[in-house]
């Protein structure tokens, strides 16, 4: 039974098997009576708003408040049309979807700069003016808002039915599609790109996802979906005002569905609605009572007490309760049950020890992984054209880059050139400019003069993301993996980012997970690994879109030796057999001069040494910079021996 | 003229108002990262309070504002051991639904206990100085008094104190915070008890010129989110500027367009500005960027 279930179709249609289950019995009991079925539809209400802020506010990380402004334009479009005698209720709908999608697409990028809180709160403030816009003129019917006259005859133009049963009908088949819906963007292609923004922003630019584009994809799409829930809404109760359409409490609810039930998962938002409107019941068989105020009263605590006690909601608390049975039951690694951990609540995993002993012993076979790997990374729908070099030879070309941050010139024109398939090191006392140039490259920050070409055209003025698809890989000083995601989907997702296709971008990844060694934890999410493991995990995920331009930031900090020297084995290997060019930054000399090919030094900004390693460890002005110029003494003979206690410190400071 | 002066009087004195219990609100969302909906609330608490103490027990409200800072103390230092003890500055969502949970309670608590019927303190209410054409309400301008002597202490505590520089050193890096010695969660609990003490404080002195209504926290909360993102997260001072900025905004466009717009104009102003320049008015705040 449990090997039945852990099956993927299976695990797939249960869900919506027990979903289905439930919405027939809830409409069997909406069957009952009016009052049954108001219930219901009221329950349907919160579950396709649920389910709309989900999309954004889970998948996308950005937690909306404000969504209430498209359930509000969902509500008016139609019942501004049906009072005012100017078009039907359908194509009332149709206008308040079409607003709605666009006006989150163009918010969402308008407000891409801001954070979580301030996004959520400068959302809610525009629902509350509309919801004070709304209620000032005639139009839409002041403070008491529009009242739909009661349907006489089923009508689809009319989007119209005769009694709340029928609705309920209606509504538990928008619930089922908003369920197939949100299961859709999960495992899409779109989905994986979207969660990966959401986990790091800039390391998805990095790897190729256009963040900002994903995200008000996202955004239009929960819209789209809440403006649903607002035509179903002021359909089935013939009744809309501002309060209801953009305030407070309408807000609340929606929330509170997602909260209760599991932000970012798929039947989360659809279990909590369900509670949300069995807490409306608990409302009115209770009402009458002398205090008005308890009830809703109970709601806020229960409210809180989920929160405090079910951290991820229901959803969470269910999938950690799986989790643990499944650990105690099976103490070795199981990656059909790790990869699904990848959602809201990723354990750590133990994964550590195995891949060492992997990394020693698995050299034998690294020859037949090669070729594959190889075949792999040259197919031509991957590796961006052929890893061609401009006019000068260069791959990457830095041309007299500067940079300010207000009164401080982090970089003074700085000029770089990498080879194809060279690896170049950069090295300098810290503040010397380094990750601000890596940066600059990447695009993370603009120039305030300079070029950056790459394969000879000009890149310096694209996003991020384009130049990631064009063939440049990053890693970040400090590890930017997608902390929710597997290391599979991690090294998959520049290749997703791509276009390429799921089978494909797996057999890639899979070959560059096994190069990396760390086929043993592959199903693991990255949050339980070892840094030395997320170093891996970030190397092969910078490569696996067929970059030929790879910029390492001190990817052997915190590492012992032997894992450094592991590193640097891949670096050389990646290098030498599949053509990658690489610039890396690092401290300890004694780690990059066996991996390196040539050597550039930079100091305030500046490039002040440039060449072999021998030449550049014997520069005086190198010296001078690492040692200060106080302890000028002999040359150093043995550059690994000498250079390696520089680590990267100035003199005196 | 005199129209507009007499609107320029009473927007700074509503707005200094609003000052005190958004730097409350500032300086919970910039230490803990609490978007703490339920801060209007606590100043509803207060205005009831003061109610209470007058109709009940008889004491005016000198009398009341010192006997309800202890007290005030307690009830936040509690709320906030059951409530948000524990929950950390990662899960912002979760403090947020909190909040929310608390701020429905209290309001519904304050409709059992009080219905819905607006309830107003007797004597300062009408009175008040007058000069030239002009009039300057004597209620109002206690609560202005008191706000800028509270906001002046604040600011004092924080820049020349110990608590001060350990609340500062938390909001730039809780680890090295307390790797420094500093007790972070001491800093949180005080943090949050000076809001909340902040927030009710507000409402004893404002319930002398406005009523108090079980659901009149939500407009207060508004203001303060308002005042706290235009002046900037995390900077005080440029929420208490961009607070008395919000009064006379409301103050004017409820003299010269209609009462009836005033929020509409004060939450425009609010997108704009937050859209043009997500630091805050002045540029100071922090957090605000991703």
């Known amino acids: 039974m449990s090997a039945l279930l852990r099956s993927g179709p299976v695990r797939t249609i249960t869900p919506f098997l027990v979903l289905l289950i439930f919405l027939l019995a809830a409409l069997q009991w909406a069957h009952e009576g009016v009052y049954e079925a108001t219930i219901v539809v009221s329950a349907v209400g919160f579950a396709l708003l649920a389910a709309g802020l989900n999309i954004i506010g889970g998948f996308g990380g950005r937690l909306a408040f404000g969504n209430t402004i498209f359930f509000g334009v969902g509500a008016f479009a139609p019942a501004l049309g049906v009072t005012h005698h100017w078009y039907s209720a359908l194509t009332g709908m149709v206008i308040g979807v079409v607003i709605s999608a666009i006006a989150a697409f163009i918010l969402s990028k308008v407000l891409w700069r801001l954070a979580g809180l301030l996004f959520a709160l400068v959302t809610f403030a525009m629902s509350i003016m509309l919801q004070e816009l709304v209620s000032l003129g005639n139009t839409f019917g002041g403070p008491q808002g529009l009242q739909e006259p009661l349907a006489t005859k089923t009508s689809i133009t009319g989007l119209a039915l005769l009694s709340n049963y029928d609705y309920a009908v209606v509504g538990v088949v928008l619930v089922f599609l908003a369920a197939v819906l949100t299961w859709w963007v999960r495992r899409s292609r779109f989905g994986q790109q979207l969660l990966a923004s959401r986990d790091d922003r800039i390391a998805a630019e990095a790897n190729g996802v256009n963040a900002s584009q994903v995200t008000a994809y996202a955004w239009a799409l929960s819209a789209a979906v809440t403006a649903i829930a607002g035509t179903y809404f002021v359909q089935a109760n013939a009744f809309i005002d501002s309060t209801t359409a953009f305030g407070l409490n309408t807000g609340v609810n929606m929330i509170a569905s997602n909260i209760i039930g599991g932000l970012g998962t798929v039947f989360g938002p659809f279990i909590g609605a369900g509670l949300v409107g069995a807490g409306l019941l608990l409302n009115r068989l209770s009402s009458g009572a002398s205090l008005p105020g308890l009830n809703e009263l109970v709601y806020g605590a229960a409210l809180i007490l989920v929160v405090r006690l079910a951290p991820g909601g229901i959803v969470g608390v269910w999938h950690s309760a799986v989790q643990a049975i499944a650990a105690r039951r099976r103490p070795a690694h199981d990656p059909a049950t790790a990869e699904e951990a990848g959602t809201g609540t990723a354990t750590p995993a133990a994964g550590a020890d195995g891949v060492t002993a992997a990394g020693l012993t698995g050299a034998a076979s690294l020859a037949a992984e090669q070729a594959a790997l190889a075949g792999h990374l040259r197919s031509d729908g991957l590796s961006p054209e052929q890893s061609t070099a401009g006019e000068s030879g260069y791959l990457l070309e830095v041309i007299g880059v500067e940079k300010q941050f207000g009164g401080v010139r982090a970089l003074n024109g700085v000029t770089v050139g990498v080879r194809p398939s060279e690896v170049v090191g950069l090295v300098g006392p810290n503040g010397a400019g380094k990750s601000t140039l890596f940066n600059c490259i990447e695009g993370i920050e603009r120039l305030t003069a300079g070029e950056v070409k790459y394969q000879g055209g000009r890149i310096d003025r694209l996003p991020t993301h384009q130049r990631a698809r064009l063939g440049m890989g990053r890693t970040f000083q400090h590890v930017r993996l997608f902390r929710t995601m597997s290391v599979l989907a991690n090294v998959s997702m520049p290749l997703v980012a791509r276009g390429v296709g799921r089978t494909e971008s797996l057999a890639v990844a899979t070959d560059l997970i096994r190069f990396a060694r760390l086929e043993e934890v592959s199903a693991e999410p990255v949050s339980g690994l070892s840094v030395v493991h997320q170093r891996r995990v970030e190397l092969a995920r910078a490569v696996a879109g067929g970059s030929t331009m790879v910029l390492l930031d001190e990817v052997m900090t915190g590492l012992a030796d032997e894992e450094a020297t592991e590193i640097g084995g891949l670096i050389r290997t990646l290098s030498t057999e599949f053509g990658v060019a690489f610039l890396v930054v690092e401290h300890v000399m004694g780690r990059l001069v066996p991996v390196v090919d040539r050597l550039v030094v930079m100091d305030f900004g500046r490039v002040i040494a440039e060449g072999s390693t021998e030449e550049v460890l014997a520069d005086a002005r190198v010296r001078e910079a690492y040692l200060g110029a106080g302890a000028l003494g002999e040359a150093p003979q043995a550059p690994e021996d000498t250079a390696a206690e520089a680590t990267g410190k100035r003199g005196p400071e | ?290």
């Open chain 2, 1 to 290: 003229m005199t129209t507009f002066i007499q609107s320029l009087i009473l927007g700074i004195l509503a707005g200094a108002v609003y000052g005190l219990f958004s730097i409350g609100l500032s300086l919970s969302f910039g230490v803990l990262r609490l978007v703490n909906f339920a801060h209007g609330d606590f100043v509803m608490v207060g205005m009831y309070l003061a109610y209470v103490a007058e109709h009940t027990w008889g004491l005016p409200l000198a009398a009341v504002l010192p006997l309800s800072i202890i007290p005030a103390a307690l009830v936040a230092y509690l709320v906030y051991i059951v409530f948000f003890h524990g929950t950390g500055r990662q899960a912002e969502h979760d403090q947020l639904i909190i909040s929310l949970g608390i701020s429905i309670i209290l309001e519904n608590a304050a409709l059992d206990i009080f219905g819905d019927t607006a309830r107003s303190l007797n004597p300062l209410t009408i009175s008040s100085f007058r000069f030239g054409g002009l009039y300057v309400p004597k209620a109002e301008l206690l609560a202005f008094i008191l706000s800028i002597i509270l906001v002046g202490a604040i600011d004092l505590v924080l820049s020349r104190t110990g608590f001060g520089r350990a609340v500062r050193a938390v909001v730039a890096n809780r680890a090295v915070a307390e790797l420094a010695g500093v007790r972070s969660s001491r800093v949180f609990t005080l943090t949050f008890v000076i809001s909340i003490v902040l927030a009710i404080v507000a409402g004893i002195v404002i319930v002398g010129y406005l009523p108090a209504t079980p659901d009149v926290g939500s407009n207060f909360v508004l203001i303060g989110f308002i005042a706290v993102l235009l002046g900037g997260t995390g900077d005080l001072r440029g929420t208490f500027a961009a607070a008395v900025i919000v009064g006379l905004t409301e103050s004017l466009v409820s003299i010269y367009w209609a009462p009836s717009v005033q929020d509409v104009v004060a939450y425009g102003l609010f997108v704009v500005i937050a859209m043009t320049r997500p630091r805050g008015l002045f540029g100071r705040g922090v957090g605000a960027i991703a």
